[in-house]
């Protein structure tokens, strides 16, 4: 029973490690932007924002994340453009 208990903590844990993984949050002044890679990721391709080579963890400043972040989905036309649909206080 115990080696049960154990290896439902090991699932539970691992599969709640993999879904904070699919959820990204940009810190920022006038609120958070909750990013949902697992769901961008599927509709692109990964060099779209991560460039040439190894994708990794990106650090983007304002002006650089709205120009990639905002400006994909101006030329998509999907996803928001004003600042309250991204940014949550």
Known sequence: ???LIVAAAMVAFA???ALAADT???KAKNGNVTFNHKEHSAA???KACHGEGTPGKLTLGKDAAH???KGCHETKK???TK???CHKK
């Open 15 to 17: 599969a709640s490690t």
């Open 83 to 85: 600042c309250g649909d």
């Open 67 to 69: 120009k990639l972040c």
């Open 44 to 46: 692109g391709d990964c």
């Open 1 to 3: 029973m115990k080696k």
């Open 78 to 80: 999907a996803g928001p």
């Open 24 to 26: 990204v949050v940009m």
